[in-house]
């Protein structure tokens, strides 16, 4: 038994439904990724990878027939190593479809501008500030 109660095989089977997931996730992503970059495309393949995956976890959060191990599988496994945009696309959408728009708009401020801002500033510190003068 593991302290949660639980056997360490029944605590393994969500362990292994989420980390099925994220590898394909994982490297279709890499997939997709490089693909784009053949074809001179590439920022265009991280917007497309984005999109889909937030497409791809809407459905899954959707879908009721879906076991719960098909959710973790698909949604936190796949859709999480694919792209976290899409958990945040659907966050925003759940917050509007409440009538929480001024939480929702924040919310969309917050992640855009606050990840870009901190990606631009995890740029500068880690190049030694030669990167974004």
Known sequence: ?????????????????????????????????????????????IAGINVAGSFVLGSVVASAPLSPASKLLIGTGFCGAFTTFSTFSVDALTMIEAGKMRMALQYMAINN???????????????GGKRLK
């Open 1 to 45: 038994m593991t302290p949660s109660g639980g056997s360490f095989g029944s605590r393994m089977a969500p362990w292994a439904a989420v980390g099925g997931g994220a590898v394909v996730g994982a490297i279709a992503r890499y997939e997709i990724s490089e693909l784009a970059a053949r074809a001179k495309v590439k920022p265009w393949g």
């Open 113 to 127: 501008i606050g990840g870009i801002g901190a990606a631009a500033v995890g740029m500068w510190l880690f190049s």
